[in-house]
C-alpha cells in the first residue's frame, strides 16, 4: 500500500484506507473494526503524527483552494485526519492499522456526542469489565469520568444502548437482558411492567426457522401476560417519536408505571 506496508486479500477497505494515506484507524472507525458501536458518521477518521508528511490522499490535507471532501487517493471514501501528538503508524508494535482499544475509546469520549460514547461503552463492556474500564479513565477529564460511569452492560447493539439511554432520558428504566421462562433472553423489559421490548426486530429475518422462534416466543409472551414492542433500527433513527408513542401506548397497561407527563415532555 505504501513503503513497508503490505495488505492481505482479507483486509478490510476501512484498514487499507488508513494505511494507504499513512495512518491510524482512530475514533468511531477503530471502534468499528473493534466490533463495538460507531454511531451514525460514516465517515473515516484516521489518526496522523503531528508533523506526518506524505500523506496519500486525493489533495494534500493543506489544501487551501474550493471548499473538497478529503478523500484516499485510490477512493472516494471521504476521511478525516486527526493530527495527534504520538498520532503515527508506530514502528513497533502489533498492529500498524488502528489505534489501541483504550486510545479508542478515549477518543470516542471526546470526539463524540455524549450518546454516541455512552452507545460505544456499552457495547465495549462485551470486551473490557467495567472496573477495568473505570480504572483506565481515572486519571481522565471529570467530564469523561461522568460518561464512563453511566455506561451499563447489557446492550448487544449500539441501537439497544440508545433505546436504553433516550428511554431513561424520560424517567422510563428499561431492565436489559431479562431472562423468562420459557421465552429466554429479551433485549429488554420496563421496570414496573410487563412490556417486553425487542431491538431492532428479531422477527425481521431472512431464516424461516429464525421466524418460526420469534413467532413461538411472541407467543409465550402473551401466554404470560407481556406485551412485545418491536423496534426496528430505522424507527430508531428516523421516527424517535413514534417509538416513544409505541412505548408509553404498551405502558398504559400499567399506569404506575408511567412517568409524569412533565417528564416526558422534557
Do not use: K
Not at 52 to 62: D, E, I
Amino acid at each position: 500500500m505504501r513503503q513497508a506496508r503490505y495488505v492481505t486479500d482479507n483486509a478490510s477497505f476501512d484498514a487499507v484506507a488508513a494505511a494507504r494515506v499513512g495512518g491510524l484507524l482512530a475514533g468511531t472507525s477503530a471502534a468499528r473494526s473493534y466490533g463495538l458501536w460507531s454511531g451514525f458518521d460514516t465517515r473515516l477518521h484516521i489518526s496522523v503524527g503531528a508533523n506526518s508528511a506524505r500523506l496519500r490522499t486525493n489533495v494534500p490535507p493543506s489544501f487551501t483552494g474550493r471548499p473538497i471532501e478529503l478523500t484516499p487517493d485510490t477512493s472516494g471514501r471521504r476521511i478525516v485526519l486527526h493530527w495527534l501528538e504520538a498520532g503515527a503508524v508506530p514502528e513497533l508494535g502489533p498492529e500498524c492499522w488502528r489505534v489501541s482499544l483504550p486510545v479508542c475509546l478515549r477518543q470516542v469520549i471526546a470526539w463524540c456526542d455524549r450518546e454516541t460514547a455512552i452507545a460505544t461503552l456499552d457495547t465495549a463492556l462485551a470486551l473490557v469489565p467495567r472496573d477495568l474500564l473505570r480504572t483506565a479513565f481515572a486519571a481522565a477529564p471529570v467530564s469523561h469520568r461522568e460518561i464512563v460511569a453511566e455506561c451499563r452492560p447489557g446492550s448487544d447493539s449500539g441501537y439497544e444502548s440508545i433505546v436504553r439511554q433516550r428511554l431513561g432520558a424520560i424517567g422510563i428504566v428499561v431492565l436489559q437482558q431479562v431472562r423468562i421462562a420459557r421465552v429466554g433472553r429479551v433485549d429488554g423489559l420496563i421496570a414496573g411492567t410487563r412490556v417486553v421490548l425487542e431491538v431492532d426486530g428479531r422477527g425481521y429475518h431472512d431464516d424461516p426457522a429464525a421466524v418460526e422462534e420469534d413467532r413461538r416466543r411472541g407467543a409465550e409472551l402473551v401466554a404470560q401476560g407481556y406485551t412485545r414492542v418491536q423496534l426496528s433500527s430505522t424507527r430508531i433513527t428516523a421516527d424517535w417519536m413514534w417509538c416513544i408513542r409505541m412505548v408509553r401506548g404498551a405502558m398504559a397497561q400499567f399506569p404506575a408505571a408511567l412517568p409524569a407527563l412533565s417528564l416526558f415532555r422534557s
